[in-house]
């Protein structure tokens, strides 16, 4: 495969949490696909959390995005039907040990290159898309 390819994948789950299984094996399928081995463990994680987030935190479908720009770089997002901005990312640090929430955000911002947020609608519903990219060893 060409080093400058592009591609584009999206995965229309439920609002289950089983789904967050299903995105993370895929999700492993297509980087390995892709020759991206390198990146899978990353991303896997980064992807957990944010689909984990739009499945927990809202009622509605969700959607995890993979795609690759021809510049290399590893788009990873999932979109959910709340509007609203994501709770701020919490440092790593201040989320108490065996706290289960307030940690996710904070593990795409230690991990990914960058990560943001914006009001998006798909399927009919308004929605937000919250996502990170990567770029790194294939």
Known sequence: MPENEAWDYTLHIPNDLRAVTVCRRTLRLILTMHGLIGLVDTAELLATELVSNAVRHTK???ALRVRRTEAG???IGAW?????????PLPLGQAGELEEAGRGLGLVVACAEQWGWQPSAR?????KYVWCELTGAA
């Open 80 to 88: 959910d039907t709340d509007p609203g901005p994501p709770e701020p």
């Open 60 to 62: 509605g479908p969700a």
């Open 73 to 75: 770089v590893v788009w």
């Open 123 to 127: 399927f009919g519903n308004r929605g």
